[in-house]
């Protein structure tokens, strides 16, 4: 399968102009500074995928600001000087959120209201205007996690005049978009989109959920004090699930796949393995990674596994998450695992 070159081994810079805390310009000056990008190249990294909320874009009126755009041009320049390659996700837009701690959040109104989308298209442009001169270097995902499967035909249809519309300014940048249902890997044979050789099909992965999510504060229903370890067997992620009050199918319900290990992945990704091969792009995992309230070797036996099938199928990835937001790579919950995950990512 074809190789998204310069986006094969990246993480995320979750938490610092996205799912922040609160809205604090110290914050963002220095949760993400220089000093951090020098270290994530010394680590061997080649990219950083930059979650972005449009309240740190443009104000509640849709004007620019032009603070906000600064943090992207200088990560972007820090990038440069190291050698990096950058992902710019529009992690929420206005009018719509994945974040589930957003219980309010009409997660479907976006998806059939032009007004909403027309100003989700001139954010992009002003961030494609802003970036157009970096073909090589920045890519571009539209937005983070669709929730709803409802929406999938319009989604496909949105992401499809974004693809036009990003490609009148930025003919050569790589576009990187994924499906429905949070993004699951199942979602991407549902993807109907107008490819072309910079186009690339995305997914994340958190399989199994049970694991990956065990003592997660933000899954209603989820006891903050479950824990399992990795690997159990199929049934066991299976009946642990079905227990649980919190909604956590996913793929280990899928019928026809391996027990838990490599190719319990192989399996899992194979659909979408199929269709990015048909249409001729590549494969990206935005997102993938185990909760701190794992065990560490538990985390790092998960992410040997996970990485062999994106070795086999030669699909790009980025670890969430560099810093915090409960999965950080420099966290000390990260520390006696983090020389031996380098030494396979």
């Known amino acids: ?39 994530i190249a010394s680590l061997g990294f080649d990219h950083v995928r930059v979650p972005v909320d449009y309240n740190v874009l443009e104000d509640e009126d849709g004007a620019p600001k032009e603070d906000g755009f600064n943090y992207l041009k200088n990560c972007r320049e820090w990038c440069e000087k190291n050698h990096l390659n950058m992902l710019i996700d529009l992690h929420e837009c206005y009018g719509y ?30 961030i494609a205007t802003t970036f157009k001169d970096y ?21 496909n249809e949105i992401a499809g005049r974004y693809i036009h519309m990003i490609r009148e300014i930025c003919p050569e940048h790589v576009i990187i978009v994924g499906g429905v249902c949070y993004n699951n890997v199942q979602s991407v044979p549902k993807l109907d989109l107008p490819v072309d050789e910079k186009v690339v099909y995305n997914f994340h992965c958190y399989e199994p959920m049970v694991f990956s999510h065990q ?22 992620y299976r009946r642990a699930a ?46 993938y990674g185990v909760i701190d309230q794992a065990d560490p070797e538990d985390r790092l036996r998960w992410m040997k596994d996970i990485h062999v099938a994106f070795e086999k199928y030669g699909i790009g990835h980025a670890l969430w998450n ?5 999965f950080g790579l420099v966290d000390e919950s990260f520390a006696s695992i983090k020389d031996r995950f380098i030494e396979i990512v």
């Open 1 to 39: 399968m074809k190789q998204l070159t310069g986006f094969m081994k990246g993480v995320n810079l979750g938490g610092w102009i996205s799912q922040f805390a609160k809205y604090d310009k110290n914050h963002f000056d220095t949760f993400i500074t220089e000093k951090d990008i020098d270290y």
């Open 97 to 126: 959120s994945f974040d589930p701690l957003k219980k309010d959040m009409d997660r479907e109104k976006f998806f059939y209201d032009d007004a909403l989308q027309a100003r989700f298209m001139n954010l992009w442009k002003r």
């Open 135 to 155: 073909p090589n270097q920045v890519a571009f995902e539209p937005l983070n996690e669709v929730v709803l499967v409802e929406v999938a035909d319009a989604w």
């Open 215 to 236: 003592s997660a504060y933000w899954m209603e229903g989820m006891p903050l004090d479950f824990h399992i370890g990795y690997p159990k067997t199929l049934e066991e």
């Open 242 to 287: 079905d227990e649980l009050p919190c909604d956590l199918g996913g793929a280990v319900f899928q019928a026809g796949i391996r027990e838990i290990g490599p190719g319990f992945f192989e399996d899992i990704f194979a659909p979408a393995v199929e269709k990015a091969q048909k249409d001729g792009v590549c494969l990206y995992c935005g997102e």
């Open 322 to 326: 560099y810093k915090q937001k409960d």
